[in-house]
C-alpha cells in the first residue's frame, strides 16, 4: 500500500511564505510525476504545479513567479515554496503522486491523493 502524507500549511499574512512538504512512502517500485492541487471553498479543485520524476516543472499561471515545486527522489518527497502569498492562495492543498507498484509479476501504476493541508493567507 502507498501512501503520501503532506505537512507545512498553516495560517500567513499576505506577502508571507510557506513551504509544503510531501512525503510518499509504501511499496513503492518507481515514483513517477509528482504534484501540487488546491481547493478554496466552494470552488473545483484545481492544479497548482506539477514536477516530472526527471524535474520538469510545470505551474498554473496564478502561482508563476510565486511559487517553487521541487523534490528529493532520494527521500520520495515533493515540496512546494510558497512565496509572495495573496489571500486568494487561501486552500486546502493536496499532493498527488504518480506510483509504480509491483503485483507479482506485473507492474501497476496508481495516482495517489494525500488528505490536504490547509493553507490560509489572512491578515
Known amino acids: 500500500q502507498v501512501q503520501v502524507l503532506e505537512s507545512g500549511g498553516g495560517l500567513v499574512q499576505p506577502g508571507g511564505a510557506l513551504r509544503l512538504s510531501c512525503a510518499a512512502s509504501?511499496?513503492?517500485?518507481?515514483?513517477?510525476?509528482m504534484g501540487w492541487y488546491r481547493q478554496a471553498p466552494g470552488k473545483q479543485r484545481e492544479l497548482v504545479a506539477t514536477?516530472?520524476?526527471?524535474?520538469?516543472?510545470n505551474y498554473a499561471d496564478s502561482v508563476k513567479g510565486r511559487f517553487t515545486v521541487s523534490r528529493d527522489n532520494t527521500k520520495n518527497t515533493v515540496y512546494l515554496q510558497m512565496n509572495s502569498l495573496k489571500a486568494e492562495d487561501t486552500a486546502l492543498y493536496f499532493c498527488?503522486?504518480?506510483?509504480?507498484?509491483?503485483?507479482?509479476?506485473?507492474?501497476?501504476?496508481?495516482?495517489?491523493w494525500g488528505q490536504g493541508t490547509l493553507v490560509t493567507v489572512s491578515s
Open positions: 498527488n503522486a504518480d506510483v509504480t507498484i509491483v503485483e507479482g509479476p506485473f507492474y501497476r501504476l496508481l495516482e495517489v
Open positions: 509504501g511499496s513503492i517500485f518507481a515514483l513517477k510525476a
Open positions: 514536477i516530472t520524476e526527471g524535474g520538469d516543472t
